[in-house]
């Protein structure tokens, strides 16, 4: 909510406004437009009559060239999804509205799970839009391409976060696919040259041509990092001050966890009292998969490490607080 100073005079009033500064910019994929402009509406009861007064935001973007219709609502979809991951909120705007080559101006109406979310107020959203206002469009762009270089290492994140309730076990193996799909985006799957040389010599003590060959594809994979490894790689590139003896245990209760799932289809069977929290790891893991888009996306290491000192991410600290994977932070500095 913005208030706006007001004069008032004999026969009426005046409001001074600052407008804000509309941003405009252009990249490989095409022209992007936030623009903002003054909303109006009157209201009259028995005991007083008012005026209220919002400023409307309007995202535009126009590819670099034309595009269907279905590709249409595809950049819809991740226009609303950037703005999800921005503001960490699952609402989604109304339909959106396009231009078409002949010059008529439509609506696009078109398959999609709607949440029933009410829009973000700005002191909940994630990242507050003062701080990354100079540089949103490049945000933006940088959101087309990792969406598209990463795919479901960015997707399986945003599947948990589309108004869809599911179980506790569905969504812990979303956020874990999600993060070793980003892992393997980011880092690989290269092998050590080590692993390799161990390799061609155990390979090479096996006479039999096809003992050889059918071991050689049972190993095919095996040096592959671990699950614990991917998630722990990704963590420490985080601007967080993780206590390292406690990451390396959350990221192994992470890997045992997914292979008693994937197993024994429950978590009983693990003694772990932490592992089968699994709730808590869920929390953890989604405001961790949460920072690393951002972080990926262009977002500053500061204003990441600001917001979690922040009550944005209270929900975050206050998880990772309680499995001691981070210290506890005294000074709630307000954003």
């Known amino acids: 909510m913005i208030f706006f100073p007001i004069k008032t005079f004999k026969r009426g009033f005046s409001i001074k406004r600052e407008p804000n500064r509309d941003l405009r910019a252009k990249g490989e994929h095409g022209r992007i437009a936030l623009c903002h402009h003054l909303s109006a509406r009157s209201f009259e009861d028995q005991d007083s009559k008012g005026l209220f007064l919002n400023e409307v935001s309007n995202l535009n973007f126009t590819p670099k060239k034309a595009v269907t219709i279905d590709e249409a609502s595809r950049l819809n979809e991740l226009v ?3 703005l999800s991951v921005l503001t960490g909120s699952e609402y989604r705007s109304n339909w959106p509205s396009t231009s078409f080559t002949n010059g008529a101006k439509g609506t696009i109406h078109y398959f999609r799970i709607k949440s029933d979310e009410n829009r973000p107020e700005e002191h909940r959203c994630s990242i507050p839009f003062r701080a990354i206002e100079s540089n949103f469009c490049s945000l933006f762009f940088s959101w087309l391409t990792n969406s598209k270089e990463h795919g479901p290492g960015i997707y399986l994140y945003l599947s948990t976060k589309r108004g869809v309730r599911a179980y506790t076990e569905q969504r812990f193996f979303s956020l874990i696919s999600g993060l070793e799909a980003l892992h393997r985006s980011t880092f690989g799957d290269q092998e050590t040259d080590s692993y390799r040389t161990k390799l061609q010599r155990i390979l090479a003590d096996v006479k039999e041509a096809n003992d050889r060959k059918w071991l050689q594809k049972r190993l095919k994979n095996a040096g ?31 890997a045992r966890a997914r292979n008693t799932l994937a197993h024994y289809g429950h978590i009983e069977k693990d003694n772990d009292p932490e592992t089968q929290k699994i709730w808590r790891i869920n929390e953890i893991l989604s405001g961790l998969y949460h920072l690393l888009i951002l972080s990926k996306i262009g977002v500053d290491k500061d204003i990441i490490k600001d917001g979690l000192r922040s009550f944005r991410f209270y929900s975050l600290r206050w998880h990772l607080e309680q499995s001691e994977l981070i210290a506890l932070i005294e000074k709630r500095r307000r954003p």
């Open 80 to 82: 609303q999804d950037f």
């Open 224 to 254: 592959a990092p671990s699950l614990e490894t991917r998630l722990r790689q990704l963590f420490e590139t985080l601007p967080i001050d993780f206590r390292e003896d406690r990451l390396n245990k959350f990221c192994g209760n992470c």
